[in-house]
């Protein structure tokens, strides 16, 4: 099925036709995560049909708002406006930033089964989040000290990560990945103690490692959007520069990338979005894994297109994901941290077989 | 003095303005042999590298190279695995920083360059390019328009013309909608060249361009870039192994040899024998080719083990017209002490016979053999203790060396190899003399190599 999008999407001889074609792609794209967020808004335990969560929300839009006439209950409105919107909203900018992180980060590693997690930002998030419970703030802030505490240690993984990995200012691939293994490995080891003494705060921290979207506020939403926005336009702005890394660093340099500066751009600002996502939203796994890579066996590499694409895509599945988390088993539901890992290990190691296809013919 | 043409020839250089460049070179050696061609002016410095040094860490791997250059020259970096070939390129192309010394480009310090300012004058051909991708060949070669872009632009008509020109200059246009990673080595250099070419640089930097390619592509690649470098001006330099390939193709050479250089200028002056044995520890004959007029390379074999049986045995050699090259390459190289005689100078023996630093009796140039040389050829043969003759026509010109065996009356061993092709052009009095040899108990070979066997067991 890859394969046939593809040759939709991706047609023989269409490289002269690309940027028109890319605009199509990424139009649909959009139209699509529209749908997709009035769906997940209009989906509940009570339902609230899409054309009222439509007319409920361009009725806030200024001007327009006005010429909409009140057609449904004020309870529809709060459900719409107080409980899923910023819900659906976080799951949106949560996936998009983490498509991006993950996009980035196989560009930078040039290695498909790269993810911005490895650089130590979960497992350093996972430890500053628990810290912060455990130790505990007055219950007012501690959704924001949560939030604090795990971008603080995500932040505090990825500076150790890459001052481990740096050598004479470069930060070489397999150093990286390699550092970031150990620190996170240490990490872990550091939460996991403070769960083993955390006594009937357990659950609270296992909750939050497991990811979920249920404590969104509007806050997080706040939180979150400024860094997706600058993020994105930091990292789309290095597009081209990370179709030239593909072909290696020395041939990159040679087509006029200054790698270095490239490479540290894109590093700290894929670190940043992927540290502001989990904060808010626990460690979420496989979206910044599987997102960019399919888009990629679908489009093509051309990062000019992955990286939009990525991010849509990427705030629709986990839009899709934790849509399906809220519904499977009402009355209670399922952090969607377990949905987008049972969706995306699977698939992963569907990647590894057609690789291994690959490589044994 | 007489003037030809009103000029006097041996002052032409200094009114033409042309630089003799003796210039003392005090250290290190200095590539000015540019002069000879003509309207090319010394301040264009397309490239000048100034007592050049590189190191990894406190690891020296080139020092103190020089190399002045202006457009439209090839130059080609030869020398062994290790002696910085690669490194040498390396700094050139800003990818390495220099330990000390100078690369001025386009008559601009190399370290002013922006990486896109870089990029916009020179492109680098690596050996291989990692294609853990799809791209398209298009893709690939659109690429080399992106110093030239700003940073959110895309590729405009201009560039896909640009791109086009170039693959079709390479002749891979034809395979624009494939997969990178799908062509052969050889398909994939010729696009990474084309890409190369869409940069519009005005220096191309190829290392080892040819390497892994079949002789075919390697040939295609090289005449590609002795066209480019011709039709654009472009000043190309390579690293390339193959020092035919590199006497051909190349205008000027440098070989690097232990970290610095051991010689400069034309091929000719660069691959001469003392100077491959030095730098390749290999002994080498060195001719230029009789159709393409460039340098060509021979391998020898190394001194084989049998010089020892051979015990420094001296043999002489009746040869002529190409006939006793294998003969005196393979006595000379199992230790036997040869001579030959009598040669024309300007026959192919005779060069052969030099080249191996045989003792030859020479006559000049199309002319009969002298009294003399024949006196003096005899006593060469007297010297030997055994006479060889290769299967050698024999015609009225020749006809004295045959003489001079046959006077030997079989007080030598004689060992002949036998034609297969007519020999005799002297009605009858060549066969005759041969056929005396034969009875006389000389040795009648059917092949070189049988006539060289057939010797080591007397």
């Given amino acids: 099925m890859v394969r046939q999008l593809s040759g939709i999407l991706r047609p023989v001889g269409g490289t002269e036709r690309r940027a028109f074609r890319w605009m199509l792609i990424l139009l649909a794209l959009l139209a699509l995560a529209v749908v997709v967020a009035v769906f997940a808004i209009s989906t509940g335990p009570s339902n609230v049909g899409p054309d009222k969560v439509v007319l409920i929300l361009l009725s806030k839009v200024p001007v327009l708002g006005d010429q909409i006439a009140k057609t449904w209950s004020p309870g529809d409105e709060s459900i719409v406006l107080v409980i899923r919107l910023p819900r659906v909203l976080l799951g949106l900018l949560v996936g998009a930033s983490l498509g991006l992180a993950g996009v980035t980060a196989q560009g930078i590693f040039k290695n498909p089964m790269a993810d911005p997690y490895i650089l130590g930002i979960s497992s350093g998030a996972a430890m500053g989040a628990s810290l912060v419970i455990l130790v505990g703030v007055s219950a007012g802030l501690l959704a924001y000290g949560i939030v604090g505490g795990a971008f603080a240690g995500a932040l505090l993984g990825a500076f150790i990560v890459f001052n481990i990995a740096r050598t004479h200012n470069k930060f070489p691939v397999e150093t990286l990945l390699l550092s970031g293994i150990a620190v996170s490995a240490f990490f872990s080891a550091v939460t996991y103690f403070l769960m083993y003494v955390s006594g009937h705060k357990l659950n609270q921290i296992v909750f939050w490692v497991m990811g979920a979207l249920w404590n969104a506020s509007w806050e997080d939403v706040l939180i979150l959007a400024p860094f997706l926005l600058v993020g994105a336009g930091v990292i789309y702005a290095f597009a081209r520069d990370l179709n030239l890394m593909l072909l290696g660093e020395e041939s990159a340099a040679h087509l006029g990338t200054d790698v270095a500066k490239v490479k540290t751009v894109l590093l700290v600002a894929s670190s940043l979005l992927a540290a502001a996502a989990v904060s808010v939203s626990g460690i979420i796994g496989f979206v910044g894994l599987i997102i960019p890579h399919m888009m990629r066996l679908i489009l093509g590499p051309d990062h000019r297109v992955l990286i939009p694409a990525s991010l849509l895509a990427g705030a629709m599945f986990l839009t899709l994901a934790d849509t399906f988390a809220r519904m499977v088993m009402q009355p209670t539901e399922m952090p969607v941290g377990i949905v987008t890992a049972v969706i995306g290990a699977p698939f992963f190691i569907y990647l590894l077989a057609r690789k291994k296809r690959k490589v044994t013919g | ?458």
């Fill in chain 2, 1 to 458: 003095m007489t003037l030809i043409d009103g000029r006097a020839p041996d002052n032409r250089a200094p009114i033409e303005g042309r630089q003799l460049d003796n210039r003392a070179p005090i250290e290190g050696r200095q590539l000015d042999n540019r002069a000879p061609i003509e309207g090319r002016q010394l301040d264009n410095r397309a490239l000048d590298v100034q007592a050049l040094s590189c190191s990894y860490g406190d690891v020296k791997v080139l020092e103190n190279v020089f190399l002045r250059s202006g457009s439209g020259e090839c130059i080609g970096i030869v020398g062994p695995n290790g002696s910085g070939k690669s490194t040498l390129l390396k700094a050139l192309s800003k990818t390495i920083k220099p330990s000390s010394g100078s690369i001025v480009l386009l008559d601009r310090d190399l370290k002013s360059f922006s990486q896109g300012e870089l990029a916009r004058n020179m492109a680098v051909v690596a050996q291989d390019t990692p294609s853990d991708f799809s791209f398209t060949c298009l893709d690939i070669v659109l690429m080399g328009r992106s110093p030239h872009l700003k940073r959110f632009a895309i590729e405009g008509k201009r560039d896909y013309e640009i791109a086009q020109a170039s693959m079709e200059l390479t002749s891979t246009w034809g395979f624009r909608d494939r997969m990178f990673n799908e062509l052969s080595g050889g398909e994939r250099q010729r696009v990474v060249i084309a890409r190369a070419l869409t940069q519009e640089p005005s220096i191309l930097l190829l290392d080892e361009p040819v390497s892994h390619l079949d002789i075919n592509h390697q040939i295609e690649i090289l005449e590609l870039v002795g066209r480019l470098k011709k039709d654009r001006g472009l000043l190309v330099v390579l690293v390339i192994h193959d020092l035919n390939l590199a006497a051909r193709y190349c205008d000027r050479l440098i070989l690097l040899n232990g970290k610095a250089i051991q010689a400069a200028g034309s091929p000719a002056d660069v691959l001469t024998r003392e100077n491959i044995r030095k730098a390749f520890h290999t002994d080498v004959i060195v001719r230029r080719h009789p159709m393409t007029g460039s340098i060509y390379i021979t391998l020898m074999n190394p001194v084989s083990l049998e010089a020892h049986k051979c015990e420094g045995r001296k043999v002489h050699l009746v040869s002529g017209a190409g006939t006793g090259a294998r003969l005196m390459y393979a006595l000379v190289s199992r230790g036997y002490a040869v001579t030959a005689g009598v040669l024309n100078v300007l026959d192919s023996d005779y060069e052969t016979a030099g080249e191996l630093k045989i003792k030859t009796i020479s006559e000049a140039p199309f002319s009969p053999i002298t009294p003399e040389a024949s006196a003096q050829n005899l006593e060469s043969m007297k010297a030997a203790d055994i006479v060889m003759i290769s299967d050698v026509p024999f015609g009225w010109g020749n006809l004295q060396n045959l003489e001079a065996v046959t006077s030997l009356a079989g007080s030598k061993p004689v060992i002949l190899v036998e034609s297969a092709e007519k020999r005799d052009f002297t009605d009858g009095r060549a066969t005759e003399m041969l056929d005396k040899l034969k009875a006389e108990g000389a040795i009648a070979a059917g092949s070189v190599d049988e006539a060289v066997a057939r010797l080591a067991s007397l």
